[in-house]
């Protein structure tokens, strides 16, 4: 039977979408909940798995990896695009890399939770209703203020939209923003400079990689109002986690509502994690139970494609 390894399921909930007993009779599954140590854990852990099931950048499916699990045939990511898999070194060595759909609503709902609540202090005002207090902080209206979007693609226009519905000037840049698509939304095209100055909510929208790594350090930090706060839902290395932790720290601005790091899971001991405020979240931008159904019957799905020799999603 071929040796499938479904990865970093954290919750422990892969079984409450798929039915994997129907499946006991073609594939040895082995679920991690777990994240690995390091590359060297991964590495013994799945020495002998033919195909990787894996939630899309949890763990990084490298060169060295792929190089070295000499079984593996089939790399199963959820989502069309994982940017934390060598698809060249997979090319090399004849591993087929296949995809699922996802749906795009579930990050900017998440990042409109954020922003709310930066604004209203409801991190600590929830904390304090459980210790007995009432009323301790005074919150901002949104209407009338500006938002900026680092990045207007599928993610970013959404975000922009409701924006514009709670009354705020949206403002965006990026290094390939479409002109049509700022036209089409009533957002306000600018430079960088301009978006970082003006900005009274800062939202990044923009895939990761090494175009957008450290877009945001101390220098564009020190240039934000001291009343505004920065949003990130697209990945943690955008941000120079170090930098953020300083102007936080030194209340350079209001705040921060962070849902992605440089290093995933967090880590306990991690500054950002004892700063008042930071309004943090564990990645769980696209964790829903509509995307996770998604994810892992098209896993599933696309499995069944590669061992049929017709895949399907598959990445390039």
Not at 89 to 105: F, H, L, W, Y
Request: proline share 3%; net charge negative; aromatic share 6%.
């Amino acid at each position: 039977m071929l040796k499938v390894a479904i990865l970093d399921d954290y919750q422990n909930v892969s079984q409450q979408f798929v039915d994997l007993e129907k499946l006991s009779g073609k594939y040895e599954i082995k679920i991690f909940s777990e994240p690995f140590e390091d590359e060297a854990d991964t590495l013994e852990k799945l020495s002998d798995f033919e195909a990787l099931l894996i939630m899309r950048e949890r763990t990084p499916i490298t060169k060295n990896l792929i190089e070295n699990l000499k079984d593996l045939k089939f790399i199963i990511t959820s989502g069309l695009t994982n940017k934390s898999i060598d698809l060249v070194a997979a090319k090399k060595r004849g591993i087929i890399v296949c995809g699922t759909e996802s749906n795009t609503n579930a990050t900017p709902e998440l990042t409109w939770s954020l922003i709310l609540g930066l604004a209203r202090n409801l991190k600590e005002e929830i904390d304090n209703m459980y210790q007995g207090y009432w009323q301790t902080t005074v919150g901002v209206e949104l209407k009338g203020k500006i938002l900026g979007l680092i990045g207007l693609g599928e993610v970013g226009s959404q975000v922009a939209k409701i924006g514009k519905a709670f009354g705020m000037q949206v403002m965006a840049w990026s290094e390939n923003l479409n002109l049509d698509t700022c036209k089409k939304l009533d957002v306000l095209p600018c430079s960088k400079e301009d978006l970082i100055k003006n900005s009274d909510f800062l939202s990044i929208h923009v895939q990761g990689g090494e175009r957008y790594k450290n877009c945001i350090t101390l220098k564009e930090l020190d240039k934000m109002k001291k009343t505004s706060y920065l949003i990130n839902t697209s990945r943690g290395p955008i941000v120079n986690e170090d930098d953020l932790i300083i102007a936080l720290s030194t209340n350079e601005i209001a705040g921060a509502g962070i849902d992605v790091f440089e290093k995933e899971p967090l880590a306990e001991n991690n500054k950002l994690r004892f700063l008042p405020n930071a309004l943090l979240t564990p990645h769980i931008g696209y964790v829903t139970a509509e995307n996770y159904n998604i994810f892992y019957n098209q896993m599933i799905e696309a499995l069944e494609s590669c061992v049929n020799n017709n895949p399907i999603r598959i990445l390039k």
